[in-house]
């Protein structure tokens, strides 16, 4: 079976549906038959350890990584954060210059300026609280300051969807929650999808419509209830797997049958009592 | 009044026709290196760019042997170098600059063998010096429309490809997501590099020739955070250290003691030093400048005064 990735114009419910998604490379199936779909406005995690093939199944919806299966992905394109970018400190592009590409970035020829062009830059800025930035390099913000300007230069081109990869990766924790505060505010307001990978759930807990939860490359998805319980992932991760609550936080903890437990969705250099 | 004009441009200067060529010449090869540098110094090509004004090189040495303008020459295995380049690939950075390596080391002992036969054509090292180094008042004026024609198709690639040049610098990624094709517009960048350096191979010489494409646009990073002013503060640059390297070259001719002319590729590598340093003294000024007005205006609206960052 070859995949079909159409983008088709029309009046159904979903936003993005995925049907009997695989992927195989260099041998080794990196995703096996993953199957969701996601609906306009909802704000949907993509959980999974770092190797769960987070950004592979990312780069299948944004038609980068060839796969076996079918994706339906109804009206307006699809913005893009992709994982970490190093912003050079010496490259001569103002947080302005950058969101302005992702309106006419693929265009030719040099651009007029232009006052409409000039008004949308600024509204999308000021709708990612980042106008005081706005004539700042880049590459001299902060990494909380670039994961604003990089939502902006997605969603200035006005996406039904937007796909983020691991954006809180490297965040402290303050610009964690400024980052997903802003996600859901303005994707509520713009009625834009989210599709949002992550490693880590907790952050993402208070916003999230549903989740997307893969391990070993087969997925599990639904309501964040329904699909964080210790049967749903023990079957995921084909081992026993336990599901502790505690404080209004998720932990995923599987035994490794010595006695010491280890939590499955953390790295291993964040230890689980600093993230709350 | 006059005699201060007098002692800046030496008699003759205005009056000369090779002057007048160089200036012409010059002037619209710097403004090109200017504008095509700033894409290869924000793409990190520097290296690349280097590696074709030295394959230039070998095509220039091969144009005196069978009598043809060096200009040819240069374009000619520059641009055909290019291509190799992208053939070769360029996922790979380590790769990428080992093949450049190797293709840039061939390509100069070849230029050195053909060089050898030029001095036995001539019995002069004329052919050597005005490939390695350019020869600036002896370019001839019936060179100047393929000048002008080079010119145009390389500021034409880059101002086509102008935005997603840019995009696909900050992040290729990005670029594809967008339908940018990232092959191709780089296969582009790079003949427009190619055309770029055989132009100055032509008036500061193949091996100086990188100092003109890099050099101004280096200098103009320091000077702005804007792409657009980018461009055009490397062109200006460019142009500012062809024309005093001009001027200077000329009026060497009267400097004590011996009266002889010094080459104006000295000139212009020179000054270009001189720009770049002067520009990164006054950048270390406005950095520090800026980066206390960004704390403060975070500090402002967070309502917490100025403090270390984090993060």
């Not at chain 1, 609906?39 to 769960?52: H, K, Y």
């Not at chain 2, 010059?26 to 200017?34: K, Q």
Request: charged share 15%.
């Amino acid at each position: 079976m070859t995949m079909t990735h159409q983008p088709v114009t029309t009046t159904q419910a979903e936003t993005l549906a995925l049907d009997g998604i695989s992927v195989r490379l260099g041998g080794r199936e990196v995703l096996h038959d993953v199957r969701f779909t996601i609906r306009p406005g909802e704000f949907v995690g993509l959980i999974g350890s770092n190797g769960a093939g987070k950004t592979t199944l990312l780069r299948v919806i944004l038609g980068l990584q060839p796969a076996t299966g079918k994706i339906r992905i109804n009206g307006a394109g699809i913005g893009y954060v992709p994982q970490k970018i190093q912003l050079d400190p010496d490259v001569p592009l103002r947080a302005r210059d950058l969101v302005g590409l992702g309106l006419d970035g693929h265009r030719l020829g040099i651009p007029l300026p232009s006052r409409s062009r000039r008004r949308l830059i600024d509204q999308m800025l000021r709708a990612v609280d980042a106008e005081h930035i706005a004539d700042a390099r880049v590459g001299n913000l902060s990494g909380g300051e670039q994961q604003r300007i990089l939502i902006a230069h997605a969603l200035i081109s006005r996406p039904g969807l937007l796909l983020l990869d691991e954006p809180l990766a490297n965040l402290d924790i303050a610009s964690e929650q400024e980052v997903v505060a802003l996600l859901a505010r303005i994707t509520k307001e713009q009625q834009i999808s989210v599709l949002i990978s992550a490693h880590e759930m907790n952050p993402l807990l208070p916003v999230m419509d549903r989740i997307v939860y893969l391990a070993a490359g087969r997925a599990a998805s639904g309501p964040t209830d329904e699909v964080v319980r210790g049967e749903v992932l023990s079957q995921l991760y084909g081992r026993h797997v336990d599901v502790i609550r505690v404080h209004g936080r998720v932990l995923v903890v599987a035994s490794r049958g010595d006695g010491l437990d280890i939590p499955l969705e953390h790295h291993a250099d964040t230890p689980v009592a600093d993230s709350a | 009044m006059e005699h201060l004009l007098r002692a800046v441009f030496e008699p003759g200067f205005f009056g000369s026709a090779p002057v007048h060529v160089a200036l012409l010449a010059g002037g619209v090869v710097a403004v090109v290196s200017g504008i095509v540098g700033t894409f290869t110094v924000l793409r990190g090509q520097s290296y690349a760019g280097h590696a074709l004004g030295d394959l230039s090189a070998t095509g220039g040495s091969a144009s005196f042997l069978i009598g043809i303008s060096p200009l040819w020459g240069f374009a000619g295995t520059s641009v055909a170098a290019a291509g190799i380049m992208d053939m070769i690939g360029v996922q790979r950075p380590r790769g990428r600059d080992l093949a450049t390596g190797i293709v840039r080391g061939a390509g100069l002992g070849v230029a050195a063998l053909f060089l050898y036969w030029d001095t036995l054509h001539t019995s002069t090292t004329g052919a050597t010096i005005t490939v390695l180094f350019g020869s600036l008042f002896t370019i001839s004026s019936s060179i100047l429309p393929v000048i002008a024609a080079f010119s145009l198709a390389a500021v034409g690639i880059v101002a086509v490809l102008y935005r997603p040049l840019l995009l696909s610098s900050v992040s290729a990624d990005l670029a594809v997501v967008r339908g940018i094709s990232v092959r191709a517009t780089g296969a582009l960048c790079l003949v427009a590099i190619a055309l770029a350096v055989s132009l100055s191979a032509i008036t500061i010489g193949a091996i100086l020739s990188t100092a003109l494409l890099v050099g101004p646009a280096a200098t103009a990073l320091r000077l702005t955070s804007r792409p657009g002013l980018m461009l055009l503060w490397s062109a200006l640059i460019g142009l500012a250290v062809t024309w005093l390297g001009i001027l200077l070259a000329f009026d060497s001719y009267y400097w004590p003691p011996a009266g002889h002319g010094w080459p104006v590729s000295f000139f212009v590598v020179a000054l270009i030093l001189i720009f770049y340093l002067l520009a990164q003294v006054l950048r270390g000024g406005a950095r520090a400048r800026d980066s206390r007005d960004a704390r403060d205006s975070r500090g402002a609206r967070d309502g917490r005064g100025v403090q270390p960052e984090c993060g």
